[in-house]
């Protein structure tokens, strides 16, 4: 049963690969600018906040430079007050409000959410589970494939 949850949403996740790759071009552009990534998450996500951050400050990858990025961990609240308008705000499972007051600031707002929530966000990936682990399980393949597709536009001429 958990297999075909599994190979459910990873489909669902080709399917919208897209708007990952979006979120990666509008996040590369925003890096260009001298942006900063600042990442919260709900609950058990906020370790995963503070992944995404190790993943761009980080990289495994010799030749990959290092991006800068805080984790602000169970804190959106503190957008308001560290976030510049070229940085840009990650929030994963966040509430409906948290992403308002960075867009506010014009700064560019990425959601992983596992419902198609977050309206205050330019670009909401969605895991489509139902199974809150395998919903992580995809958020965690989202985040990574934001970083790697990133780094692939950072290495591309502006």
Do not use: N
Not at 46 to 67: N, Q
Not at 120 to 133: F, G
Not at 138 to 154: G, N
């Amino acid at each position: 049963m958990l297999d075909r949850v599994r190979e459910a949403a990873g489909a669902a996740l080709v399917e919208d690969v897209g708007a990952v790759v979006a979120a990666a071009a509008a996040m590369s552009g925003r890096f260009r600018r001298g942006g900063r990534l600042l990442a919260f998450g709900r609950g058990e996500a906020a370790s995963d906040a503070a992944h995404v951050a190790v993943e761009f400050t980080h990289p495994v990858i010799v030749g990959k430079r290092a991006l800068p990025a805080l984790s602000l961990g169970t804190e959106p609240s503190s957008l308001p007050v560290l976030g510049r308008p070229e940085d840009i705000a990650v929030g994963i499972r966040p509430l409906d409000g948290d992403l308002a007051a960075a867009r506010g600031l014009g700064m560019l707002t990425v959601a992983l959410t596992a419902d198609e929530g977050c309206a205050q966000a330019e670009h909401v990936l969605t895991a489509r589970s139902a199974d809150p682990l395998v919903a992580r399980e995809i958020h965690i393949t989202m985040y990574h494939l934001l970083w790697e597709l990133v780094h692939m536009f950072q290495e591309c001429p502006a």
